[in-house]
């Protein structure tokens, strides 16, 4: 059964932490990205990966880093100089040509 | 930078009435693609419905449609016979066609919240 897991679900961390979030999809997708949903906003794009190791900043890679060593993973880590980690974090895969995202279900990152 | 703007932060409907959702969005761009996606309670992201801006003809996905009107760039959802599980975040977004640095990247609006009275 094709898909996006992300993992885990809730994450809880101390404030000052590194924490990696997992994205693997089985949907032999090209692309992959991570985007970040707070409360009443819309998704706003961390980073996005178009081909194993390459990726690019989206709108608001600060204090964020990814790596893309396999078609199927984009591990997402929230870094220390990340000021408000605490959000709903959604990672999405597509087909180059296709233009459709699917989404994972999402991890929960609450920072204390 | 495109835009989009969902100008309607909450929204309800009864069971079985329909019910349309706004969205405009801003670009300079004259080839582009629209979506609509869903975000139940759940918070799992699915595509409702996908419009290309050089196809005049409006999409239809069962119970829903849009009213694509690229000179007004407006965007708009209509959810025919709405059912309780159509309660959800309903988000428009925008994707350039273009082939350069970016143009995979969504950029969302900020949701419409729609309830389903039974």
């Known amino acids: 059964d094709g898909g996006i897991t992300q993992s885990p679900k809730y994450l809880f961390r101390k404030e000052g932490q590194n924490v990696t979030l997992s994205c693997e999809q089985n949907?032999?997708?090209?692309?992959m990205y991570w985007y970040r949903q707070d409360p009443g906003q819309g998704l706003r794009l961390i980073y996005y990966s178009q081909i194993v190791n390459d990726f690019q900043k989206g709108d608001i890679a600060e204090g964020y880093s990814v790596s893309r060593e396999k078609k199927e993973s984009f591990p997402l880590t929230v870094t220390s100089a990340q000021k408000n980690p605490t959000a709903f974090y959604l990672c999405a895969s597509s087909m180059g040509s296709y233009n459709e995202q699917f989404f994972g279900p999402g991890t929960r990152l609450t920072v204390l | 930078a495109q835009t989009v703007t969902q100008s309607q932060p909450e929204m309800s409907v009864q069971e079985a009435e329909t019910v349309t959702l706004s969205c405009t969005y801003d670009t300079s761009e004259s080839d582009y693609y629209l979506f609509w996606y869903k975000q139940p309670p759940s918070r799992q992201m699915i595509l409702v419905i996908r419009q290309e801006a050089y196809k005049q003809q409006n999409a239809t996905e069962n119970r829903f449609s849009v009213n694509f009107q690229k000179a007004a760039k407006s965007f708009s959802l209509k959810i025919s016979d709405s059912q309780l599980g159509d309660a959800a975040m309903y988000f428009c977004a925008y994707r350039s066609a273009d082939s350069g640095a970016g143009s995979y990247q969504l950029t969302f609006g900020k949701g419409t919240k729609l309830s389903v009275i039974p």
């Open positions: 949907l032999n997708h090209d692309a």
